[in-house]
């Protein structure tokens, strides 16, 4: 969703970019696992990344777990609640699971994985998201037409 909604601003003339967790944990965060200590030290390390590049005029779509709530209240203090968007999304773990694209789940199952986010680690539903999203209702092109709104009702707002 991350990587459409980056296109689809491109189309609009906007330039935007993804701060992918998976992909940055292989280099600028490939000292840090899955504690809640090194997930904090994760967040705030994007946060930052994502704060320089909102001081460059980009918008930043961070696509990470992010799961303690502790942590994505000290991002939107980073990066600044005027240009922090929380979005929630929301899709149930039996459709996550039913999807399990690179089999981590099946892997967290029989333990080989632990700390597993929805399996044995928390995830801490967020109390007032800007918008939720369930992919296992919408369509990825339905997911990115309501961001889209949301981005420019909340731009037109600012
Ligand atoms: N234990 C455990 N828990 C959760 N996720 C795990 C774990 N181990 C590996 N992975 C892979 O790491 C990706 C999530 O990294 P994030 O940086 O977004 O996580 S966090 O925000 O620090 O919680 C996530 O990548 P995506 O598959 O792209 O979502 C997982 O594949
Ligand atoms: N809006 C959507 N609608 C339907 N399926 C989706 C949507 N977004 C992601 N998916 C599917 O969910 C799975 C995980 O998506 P992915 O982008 O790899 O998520 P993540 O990087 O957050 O783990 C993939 O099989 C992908 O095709």
Redo the contacts with the bound molecule.
């Keep these: 969703m991350a990587y459409e909604l980056e296109h689809r601003l491109h189309d609009l003339g906007l330039v935007s970019f993804v701060l ?3 992909n ?2 292989h280099k600028l965060n490939s000292d840090l696992g ?1 504690s809640p200590c090194d ?1 904090t030290e ?2 705030r390390r994007v946060a930052e990344v994502a704060s320089l590049m909102n001081d460059a005029g980009l918008i930043v779509f961070a696509a ?4 303690y709530r502790a942590d994505r209240e000290m991002a939107r203090t980073i990066i600044g609640p005027s240009r922090f968007l929380e979005v929630h999304v929301c899709t149930p773990l039996h459709v996550c699971e039913g999807r399990d694209p ?1 089999g ?1 789940y099946d892997r967290a199952r029989t333990g080989l ?5 929805g399996i044995s ?1 928390p995830y801490e539903t967020p109390l007032n998201p800007v918008f939720s999203i369930d992919t296992g209702r919408l369509s990825l092109e339905e997911a990115v037409t309501q961001m889209l709104d949301v981005l420019q009702l909340k731009a037109g707002a600012a």
């Design positions: 992918d967790g998976d940055l944990r899955f997930r994760n967040i990470l777990i992010s799961p690179k981590l994985i632990p700390q597993f986010t680690a």
